[in-house]
């Protein structure tokens, strides 16, 4: 039953994927979220290929930047663009760990830090430089806190759902086996799941950017689809869900609550 249900997921996850990376290149969103879109697909199969349809790819030539503004794809793409950078520093760090035989806290902290690590140095910080000035150093500073807290309730899901399936399935815990696989796919959607409130907070509170839209570069370079990033659009939020940013005190209470959250999930016992 379990190995039936694992080869339709894996079968199907390929036809998305093939889908979207086909397809991806002539949408014109940036590139980083372009790859955020590939790297969730390949994990959550035919929900990344569908968000992608409904949220990104513009119904006629020309829509995009009317399409996305709606605040729900603006957050989509704030969500996707979180859990595929921290995604692949918590894949490698659970590839990692049972390799290395590590505890589970140690297990956990090599996957929150490659997590955390990757999706706000690289992908967060470097990717979105532009959108603050071309400073990377500010950009660090303005992507840490939208990071922090998206990556606390992305792991939070990712934890429990291993937590739950890992003790369960068989060869779970075996990176060689389809089995990890299939669980850290369950897993990264769950964890998607429970990051698209704060992503809704963080984006609607202009702490994090979301969707955004490329125009055609006009001296003919071009890259992943044809676009310059450089010519990129800012978020166009809904006027009514746009609030100015919040007090720091709000702010210091997001990051109390979603780090009380993810540690309460690490002591929910497994059984």
């Not at 339709?8 to 996850?13: D, H, S």
């Not at 606390?152 to 369960?168: D, H, W, Y």
């Not at 698209?196 to 907070?201: A, D, E, G, L, M």
Request: glycine share 10%.
């Amino acid at each position: 039953m379990a190995e039936g249900i694992m080869l339709t997921w894996f079968v199907l996850t390929g036809m998305s994927l093939a889908f979207v990376a086909i397809d991806i290149p002539k949408t014109p969103e940036a590139t980083v979220l372009k790859w955020a879109f590939v790297i969730l697909t390949a994990f959550t199969g035919v929900f990344g290929a569908f968000f992608y349809v409904l949220g990104c790819r513009e119904p006629l030539k020309g829509t995009h930047a009317q399409y996305v503004s709606a605040t729900w794809r603006q957050v989509l793409g704030s969500t996707m663009h979180c859990a595929a950078g921290d995604g692949i520093g918590i894949v490698v760090g659970a590839v990692l760990g049972a390799v290395l035989s590590l505890s589970p806290w140690q297990d956990f902290l090599l996957e929150y830090a490659l997590g955390f690590g990757f999706g706000w140095a690289f992908f967060q910080a470097y990717a979105m430089r532009d959108m603050a000035g071309g400073s990377y150093i500010r950009s660090l500073r303005e992507t840490f806190v939208p990071e922090l807290v998206s990556m606390n309730m992305l792991m939070a899901g990712m934890v429990a759902t291993m937590k739950l399936l890992m003790p369960r399935i068989d060869g779970a815990t075996n990176p060689l086996q389809p089995a990890f696989w299939f669980v850290m796919s369950m897993a990264l959607i769950v964890g998607f799941i429970l990051a698209y409130p704060v992503n809704w907070w963080l984006v609607t509170r202009n702490l994090k950017h979301g969707m955004l839209t490329v125009h055609d570069h006009t001296d003919g370079s071009m890259g992943m689809a044809g676009h310059d990033d450089k010519t990129a659009n800012t978020p166009d939020h809904d006027s009514h869900d746009s609030q100015p940013k919040p007090e720091t005190i709000t702010v210091f209470g997001v990051i109390i609550a979603t780090t009380v959250f993810l540690l309460a999930i690490l002591f929910l016992p497994e059984e």
